[in-house]
């Protein structure tokens, strides 16, 4: 562990980092193949001869991974390439099934981007992206024996489900100059990858489930004596940390390396370039096996499969379907809604932006939209333990809902009713309130027989109205409510009542 | 372009996962050093202006749809297993690092 | 021919006189396949065209083609005439070795495309050939299981890699086979066996399941010993294929229609290039004078033989043995001990690996993934696989220039006819030359095909013709291919293959 903070880290020396994103898109198919792409599912269920890699099987491209690799690529202000090739990356390993994975290498369908990161205080910064490309996922290993780690485990088990999921690997170039704010950066430009993938439908982009994977490489130089002549300072040996799976990782370990590197540069000694595992429990980095020799992956082009070339023409009508950058929605949204900076953080926290915008498209009040969706339907999925997204309602059933409401068919608590009606899977709010018979009663002929009925088994309500306790009234709008069940509208039994007593309301 | 040294040849096949011995060593590199030979003549024609075939037929974008094509049952899949367990392929302790 | 017996008489009908037979039933697919399955029985322990013999099954499938034929169900034209599948093809339930220890005893549980044709087609399939292992080799000496003998002289090679497709041809133990060519692993062994083979365009049938060799250079093809059996057969092999990227769009269309229209031998108007680069020296002279002989034939029928010079063909070997041995040492990866075939178990995955791969593969195969892996590894790209691949472009070039000149270009098979057993096996370098004038074709991708042109005068033994047509031309090769072949055989009194010599019949049972 390291004695040296961070920031004594950062003070000393000039911190230069990258980051690799690998991005699981949501295709219903495998990159090269027709088995399932699945989260879970008992193993080897969605294996074919293609992943598998079975003697004389074949790999065919799945047109919509290269459609949302190529919008992945818009969405980052990359060029696409005219025509792009297929690689084979050559090298052994068990849950490789064919001992190679299909990449690309020197002509990756997207390159020379740049996305503008906006932190937490309001700063924009841009990171240059040097590429991005299309590969297919590898199956998994399970380490048997030994702690459930690979150091020591008598044997291995693999499941080959993932293997020939499509990826798209994001590569950054590297970045300078963020000092003191690099693990901030870091974390932040992790996080608006995460936020675009989702707007565009791509990838659930969870890191928890693996579906959003980053490496983050860091590197020290010496501080220039002049910030000017900064750039011209040779790159320090970096490092790579994989394993780290959360925003906060990602953070931390920015935090750990840039300490450790800068522990061994001040004691003299060098900085290894390797590999390194971040471990969540130590909030540490440990070394990977060191390799005897450099690997020699023996890149070639896919001979099986050929050359993508997307048409420009379609290349702009992708370009057409790619949302508002994140930061920028998220400001254009909050003017539009007059929401406070801390009601937006909230439906942010909440994952809820898509379903308000989509609830006030449909007809609903922005502040309507944030009570139902952070209210009444934030308290449902905690208790259900699922996201608001899996919940069985929609921003159209909601904004009906909020209608019915509003035209006073239906008070707050009957549309509570009405709501568990659509969770139920009972149909369409309107569908429950006929259904169930929800409606405000506002018949008057009804209400005023309700109220009479209430006033003769409450007498003295109407003199102490007239004595000028209009509050009393408010008995008998209960007891009409009860009898009711809560389905008269209370406002119009007030006014009865008051009428009753012949004075003004 | 130099003929195939025998340190050479153990380090390709180390690369390719070949256990060699030192007989095989010796045979194999006489006869890949007189091939290499024989093929270098190439660099000499092959000049910059001359772009590459990788694909004897020219095509490009064939594509499938993204509809699911039925999988192999687990069974299917591990019957030709040299080992198995619990429905995975079980093999030997693993010494490089995790992807 | 006097004392042939009914079952040898039905074992010597061309496939098309099969067809034709069954059709009007004359005969039955049970009757037919039996005939087929004593003849291997018979010979096969001295050829060894066979590894696996698909006996119960084979039997099944025509026995219910005949029901379904004595029902009236509508048939395809080969329904009920059995084939051979070189063991390069997965076959679902059958099993598939590549030639190779590495895959003994595997047993696929997938169909490859050209296997499930056969199956649609309702040929019986009477089992799998022979093969150089993987594919790596001119000779069939690089089985893992044996050579096979060449029908017209035991001792002496069949061609490779596909010697069994062609040897079962030659003793008249199958009427089809299946094979597929590389650098000429169809139309090699049809030049040595006196029997006819294509390699299509490349793309025109699908490689999904077909055991890859290298990608970019492999395509399956038809074999048999007769233009018109092998354009019957080409055309139930090919078309497109969604499961194999590279496959052509455009149907399979004309082989037969073409081969039938060559069978009446006029070749007016046709022009035929004789490439200059192969055919002079380390030719033998009776594979020369057979050529010629064949050339003033086509002449006498009008045609036109022009020479066409392709300069850059000197470069086709080389650029062969560098594309090959790389694309296959990244195909051959795959072959780990891990997930099917042999594991030869260590302490760890790594060792393990490189211990199966040392038992099961043979000399040949370690060779060419050595090179392979040289021709890719960083730093030896550009000089290596980059320039060969440029070389491609250069053939391509010389064939586009040549077939602005000729409808199809003309040249011997091979250098020589079939040599000794274990002649040429220490000598890889002495066994390449096999492929010198097979292997342009395959770089470009262009069709080819193989038929016998005689008898060399010095040995008696076959000497092949090959044809090659532009890309898509299938149908071209078919046309002056079954011309040539219509006046050769009329030269000859009757097909060549019948003057193969009697092979000794045991009733020794062949392993399966």
Redesign the interface.
């Known amino acids: 562990m390291s004695q040296l903070t961070y920031t004594d880290a950062v003070n000393a020396f000039d911190p230069v980092f990258g980051i690799e994103v690998h991005v699981e898109l949501n295709?219903?198919?495998k990159m090269f193949?027709?088995?399932?792409n699945e989260f879970g599912g008992?193993?080897?269920?969605?294996?074919?001869?293609v992943c598998?890699g079975l003697p004389g099987s074949m790999p065919?491209?799945?047109?919509?991974?290269?459609e949302s690799a190529i919008r992945l690529g818009l969405a980052l202000g990359c060029q696409i390439r005219e025509?792009s090739?297929f690689a084979r990356k050559n090298y052994?390993?068990?849950?490789?099934s064919k001992d190679y994975q299909i990449s690309q290498y020197d002509e990756p369908t997207s390159y020379d981007g740049s996305l503008e990161v906006v932190l937490d205080d309001g700063t924009v910064v841009t990171i240059a992206i040097e590429r991005a490309h299309m590969e297919e996922d590898?199956g998994k290993?399970?380490?048997v024996g030994g702690g459930g780690g690979?150091q020591g485990?008598?044997?291995?088990?693999?499941?080959?489900n993932r293997g020939g999921v499509p990826l798209v690997e994001i590569v950054t170039k590297p970045i300078e100059g963020m000092g003191e704010r690099t693990a901030e950066v870091a974390r932040a430009y992790v996080a608006t990858i995460r936020d675009i993938v989702r707007g565009l439908g791509i990838s659930d982009g969870r890191m928890e489930q693996g579906s959003l994977r980053a490496d983050v490489n860091l590197s020290l130089r010496p501080k220039a004596a002049d910030a000017a002549d900064q750039s011209a300072v040779p790159f320090g040996k970096r490092s790579e940390t994989k394993n780290v799976n959360s925003l906060r990782a990602i953070e931390r370990a920015v935090h750990y390396e840039a300490a450790r590197q800068a522990e061994l540069l001040l004691a003299g000694q060098p900085v290894v370039q390797e590999?390194r595992h971040w471990h969540e429990d130590t909030s540490s980095t440990t070394p990977?096996?060191s390799k005897e020799?450099a690997e020699?992956y023996?890149y070639f082009?896919e001979?099986d499969?050929?050359?993508?070339?997307?048409s420009r023409a379609w290349v702009e009508q992708l370009r057409a379907t790619i949302p508002e950058h994140p930061a920028k929605l998220r400001a254009r949204l909050r003017e539009e809604w007059g929401f406070s900076e801390l009601e937006m953080r909230d439906a942010i926290a909440a994952d809820a932006l898509t379903l308000i915008a989509d609830t006030v498209a449909a007809g609903a009040s922005p502040l309507a939209a944030r009570k139902w969706w952070l209210g009444e339907l934030a308290r449902t999925a905690n208790e259900r333990e699922v996201t608001l997204q899996d919940l069985p309602v929609t921003a159209s059933d909601i904004a009906e809902l909020q209608g019915l409401v509003d035209a006073g068919t239906i008070n707050d608590k009957l549309a509570r009713q009405a709501l568990e009606g659509v969770l139920a899977g009972e149909g369409s709010p309107a569908t429950v309130v006929e259904a169930r018979g929800l409606v405000v009663v506002s018949d008057d002929s009804a209400l005023e027989a309700a109220v009479d009925e209430a006033l003769a088994a409450q007498p003295d309500v109407l003199e102490k109205i007239r004595e000028g306790k209009l509050q009393a009234a408010g008995a008998i709008v209960g007891a009409v409510m009860k009898t009711t069940r809560g389905q008269a509208d209370a406002g119009r039994v007030r006014e009865i009542i008051l009428q009753r007593a012949g004075v003004e309301g | 372009?130099s003929s195939?040294e025998r340190a050479?040849?153990a380090?390709?096949?180390?690369?390719?996962?070949?256990?060699?011995t030192d007989s095989?060593l010796d045979?194999?590199s006489g006869?890949?050093s007189?091939?290499?030979d024989?093929?270098?003549?190439?660099?000499e024609?092959?000049?910059a202006d001359?772009?590459?075939?990788?694909?004897?037929?020219p095509?490009?974008?064939?594509?499938?749809?993204?509809?699911?094509?039925?999988?192999?049952?687990?069974e299917?899949?591990?019957?030709?297993?040299?080992?198995a367990?619990?429905?995975?392929?079980?093999?030997?302790?693993?010494?490089?690092?995790?992807? | 021919m006097s004392d042939t017996t009914a079952a040898d008489r039905l074992v010597r009908m061309t496939a098309a006189e099969m067809a034709d037979a069954l059709a009007a039933g004359e005969i039955t697919s049970t009757a037919l396949t039996q005939a087929h399955l004593d003849r291997i029985a018979a010979v096969d322990g001295d050829v060894h065209a066979f590894l696996y013999v698909n006996t119960d099954r084979a039997l099944e499938t025509a026995s219910a083609v005949d029901a379904d034929r004595a029902a009236g169900v509508s048939l395809p034209r080969l329904a009920g005439v059995p084939i051979g599948i070189k063991d390069v093809l997965v076959t679902k339930g059958l099993p598939t070795t590549a030639g190779s220890r590495i895959l003994e005893g595997?047993?696929p549980?997938?169909d490859s495309t050209v296997a499930s044709k056969v199956r649609e087609a309702r040929m019986p399939i009477l089992g799998k050939t022979n093969m150089d292992e993987f594919a790596m080799g001119s000779s069939t000496e690089h089985s893992a299981f044996g050579p096979t003998h060449n029908p017209w002289d035991l001792d002496r090679i069949p061609g490779g890699s596909g010697g069994g497709s062609a040897a079962a041809l030659a003793a008249f133990e199958s009427p089809l086979t299946i094979g597929s060519d590389t650098g000429g692993s169809i139309r090699q062994p049809a030049a040595v066996t006196a029997t006819v083979g294509v390699k299509p365009?490349?793309?025109g049938v699908s490689r999904y399941g077909a055991i890859a060799l290298a990608s970019?250079l492999d395509q399956l093809g038809p074999c048999g010993r007769t233009v018109l059996d092998t354009a019957l057969l080409h055309e139930v092999m090919g078309g497109h294929d969604?499961m194999d990227?590279?496959s052509?769009r455009e149907p399979v269309a004309g082989a037969v229609a073409a081969a039938l229209e060559g069978a009446s031998g006029d070749l007016t108007g046709v022009r035929i290039g004789v490439i200059k680069e192969l055919g002079g020296e380390g030719y033998q002279d009776g594979v020369r004078q057979r050529f010629e002989e064949a050339l003033d034939a086509a002449r006498r029928a009008g045609a036109e033989i022009v020479e066409v010079s392709c300069p850059?063909f000197v470069?086709a070997?080389?650029?062969y043995?560098?594309i090959l041995p790389a694309e296959a040492?990244s195909n051959l990866?795959k072959f780990?001990?891990?997930?099917?075939?042999?594991?030869v178990?260590?302490?760890?995955?790594?060792?393990?690996?490189?211990?199966t791969?040392?038992q099961g593969?043979g000399?040949e195969v370690?060779?060419r993934?050595?090179?392979g892996?040289?021709a890719l590894?960083a730093g030896y790209y550009d000089?290596?696989y980059?320039?060969?691949?440029?070389?491609?472009?250069?053939i391509?070039r010389d064939f586009d220039a040549a077939f602005a000149r000729a409808h199809v270009l003309v040249s011997p098979t091979a250098p020589t006819t079939p040599f000794k057993l274990g002649e040429r096996i220490d000598d890889?370098?002495a066994m390449y030359l096999n492929d010198v004038a097979t292997i342009p074709a395959n770089?470009?991708?262009i069709p080819g095909m193989s038929i016998p042109a005689g008898l060399a005068p010095e040995d008696g033994l076959p000497v092949g013709f090959q044809l090659l047509a532009p890309?898509h031309e299938d149908a071209r090769l078919y046309r002056v291919g079954g011309a040539i072949e219509a006046l050769l055989t009329a030269a000859w009194g009757g097909p060549l293959s019948a003057q193969a010599p009697r092979l000794a019949t045991t009733t020794a049972e062949v392993a399966k």
């Not at chain 1, 065919?60 to 290269?66: D, F, I, S």
């Not at chain 1, 052994?92 to 490789?96: A, G, M, T």
């Not at chain 3, 980059?386 to 250069?394: E, F, H, I, M, Y």
């Open positions: 295709t219903r198919t193949c027709g088995c399932l008992e193993p080897n269920t969605h294996v074919c001869p598998l065919v491209t799945n047109g919509k991974a290269v025509s090739r052994f390993y068990p849950d490789v590898a290993n399970t380490h690979i485990a008598d044997y291995s088990l693999v499941d080959y590999t990977g096996r020799q020699d023996r082009p001979p499969l050929l050359p993508v070339e997307p | 372009m195939l050479d040849v380090r390709l096949a180390a690369l390719a996962r070949i256990d060699m095989d045979r194999l006869q890949l007189a091939i290499v024989a093929v270098a003549t190439l660099e024609v092959a000049d001359v772009p590459a075939t990788s694909h004897p037929i095509m490009a974008n064939v594509e499938r749809e993204d509809v699911v094509i039925p999988s192999l049952t687990p299917e899949a591990l019957a030709a297993a040299p080992q367990e619990g429905g995975r392929y079980r093999v030997p302790q693993i010494l490089g690092e995790d992807a | 595997w047993i549980p997938y365009t490349y793309g970019s969604p990227a590279t052509l850059s470069y070997l080389a650029a043995y560098l040492s990866a780990d001990g891990v997930r099917f075939g042999l594991r178990e260590r302490d760890t995955i790594e060792r393990t690996m490189a211990a791969r040392a593969f000399d370690k060779r993934v050595i090179l892996t040289y590894s000089a290596y980059g320039s060969a691949q440029k070389v491609r472009t250069l391509q890889p370098l770089l470009a991708g890309a």
